[in-house]
C-alpha cells in the first residue's frame, strides 16, 4: 500500500443478483476510486450468512462477483481484492467489539428490524450482530474513507461510535472512518414502481434490471417501463417519476448530462426513447458479462487473486487485531 494515500475500504454481500442500481452506486464508483486510494475491497460472504443461504449457491455467487468486480474494471493488482472469511481476524475482532457494543444499539438498528420482520422465522445472533462484524472489517483496515448506499449509513455510524467508544477506552487505536455517501443524481429507481429505489427484492421482477440480464430482458423491461400519459420527455422526478428516472439510467450509461438527453429526445415518443435506453444500457452490460464468462472459465486465475489478496488483507488486519489485544490485556507470546 502507498503511503502516501488515504485508505478506502467496501464490500458487496455476494447473494442475490445485483442490479444496474449496484453497478453504479458501487461497483464503478470502486473503479474510480482506485486511482487515488488505497482501497480494500471485499467480498461479504459473512455478512451473507446472516440469512439462510443455499451453499452451493453462494460458493458460486462468491466467484461470480470476484469476476464481476475484475470484468468492471477494479484491479487486483492496484487494490487488495478478497474474500472476507479468509481473514480470520474479521470474526477475532468482531468478538472483542462486541463487548464495546449494547445491546440497545442493535436492537434500534434499521436494517435489522427490517430484516427480523421478512425473516421471522430466523431472527439469529449474527443477523443482530452484523453491525459489529462491519465495524469489524472497516477498523481492520484503518480506513478512513468507506462508499456505501444511503442504507448503509446507520451501520456506519455505529461504527465510528464503537471505533471512538474503544478508542477513548484506552488510546487512540482505530482511525475513526468517514462515510462517502452516493449522490443523489445518480439514483436508480425501479422501472414499475419509480418512486422506490431498484432492489433484487422489489415486488415486480420487471422493476430491476439485473447485471446478470441478457439482451432481450433487458429490452423487454425497458419497453415495459412505467412512465406516464402525457407523452413529454423531460426531468420532473415529482410529476413524472417513470419518464425521469429513464432519462436517469441513460445518462449515466451513456456519458451525457440529463439535459443533454432531454434535448435528444426531444419530440420522440416514449416508445423511441425507453428503445434507446434498453440500448444504451445493454451495450454497456454486454462486454461486461462476456468478460466475467472468461474470467469465470479461467479458475485458477480467480483463485489465484483470492490467494493474494488474503494475504495482503491479513497482513495488515492481524496488525491492527494485534494492537487491540496488546490494549486489552491479552497475552501474546
Ligand atoms: N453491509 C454492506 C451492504 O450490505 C456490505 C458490507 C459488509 C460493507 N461489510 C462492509 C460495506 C464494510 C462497507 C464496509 O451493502
Known sequence: MEENKK??????????NLTIGNYIGAITNFVQLQEEYNCVYAIANMHAITVRQNPAELRQRTLAL???????????????????????????????LNTFTYVGEMERMTQFKDKSARHAD????????YPVLM????????????????????????????????????SPTFTVPQGIFRKVGAKINDLQEPTKKMSKSGENPNGAIFLSDDKDTIMRKFKRAITDSDGEIRYDPVSKPGVSNLLSIYSVFSGKSIDEAVLEFQ????????????????????PIQA??????????????????GAQRANAIARKTLSKVYKKIGFYQV
Open 135 to 170: 465495524a469489524a472489517d472497516i477498523l481492520l483496515y484503518q480506513a478512513d474513507y468507506v462508499p456505501v448506499g444511503e442504507d448503509q449509513r446507520q451501520h456506519l455510524e455505529i461504527t465510528r461510535d464503537i471505533a471512538t467508544r474503544f478508542n477513548n477506552a484506552y
Open 122 to 129: 430466523n431472527i439469529n445472533m449474527g443477523l443482530m450482530d
Open 66 to 96: 470476484l469476476a464481476l468486480y475484475i470484468a468492471c474494471g477494479v484491479d487486483p493488482e492496484k487494490c487488495i481484492l478478497y474474500l472476507q472469511s479468509h481473514v480470520p481476524c474479521h470474526a477475532e475482532l468482531a468478538w472483542v
Open 7 to 16: 485508505t478506502l475500504y467496501s464490500a458487496v454481500q455476494p447473494t442475490n
Open 291 to 308: 468478460e466475467q464468462a472468461k474470467l469465470l472459465a479461467n479458475k485458477d486465475y480467480l483463485n489465484q487473486v483470492l490467494i493474494s
Open 267 to 286: 419530440g420522440k415518443g416514449y416508445g423511441e426513447f425507453k428503445l434507446a435506453v434498453g440500448e444504451t444500457v445493454a451495450s454497456k452490460l454486454m
